[in-house]
């Protein structure tokens, strides 16, 4: 599975953004796909993630309540909606797929396929 983000950018603290992940190659073994997120000096952390053959979704608790995970099956894309951003949200953004789900969304290393990530920076 191949995949490229784009969306990313500058916003003002307040605003919105909407990340888009195009995902190509075998989509039909894909399990689950998330959003990660990395700042200079920090680890790689999780935002929010969904299974792609049904509803399920999970979300970080930091961003619970403002940022959105949705798929379009029909296009092969992954969306992450982020609304209310804050300065602390600054980081690169990574989409990432997994063939098999092993009770986690959370964990970078189980995830199969990484994009090379969008940068979203939040001026306060």
């Known amino acids: 599975v191949q995949l490229v983000e784009s969306g990313g950018g500058l916003v003002q603290a307040g605003g919105s953004l909407r990340l888009s992940c195009a995902v190509s190659g075998r989509v039909h073994s894909t399990s689950h796909m998330a959003w990660f997120r990395q700042a200079p000096g920090k680890e790689r952390e999780f935002v929010a993630a969904?299974?792609?053959?049904?509803?399920?979704?999970d979300y970080a608790d930091s961003v619970k309540g403002r940022f959105t995970i949705s798929k379009d099956k029909a296009n092969n894309t992954l969306h992450l909606q982020m609304n209310s951003l804050k300065s602390d949200d600054t980081a690169t953004y990574h989409c990432?797929?997994?063939?098999?789900?092993?009770?986690?969304?959370?964990?970078?290393?189980?995830?199969?396929?990484w994009g090379q990530g969008t940068q979203v920076t939040v001026a306060s």
């Open positions: 990432a797929s997994s063939a098999y789900y092993s009770g986690s969304f959370y964990v970078p290393e189980l995830y199969d396929s």
């Open positions: 969904t299974k792609w053959w049904d509803d399920i979704s």
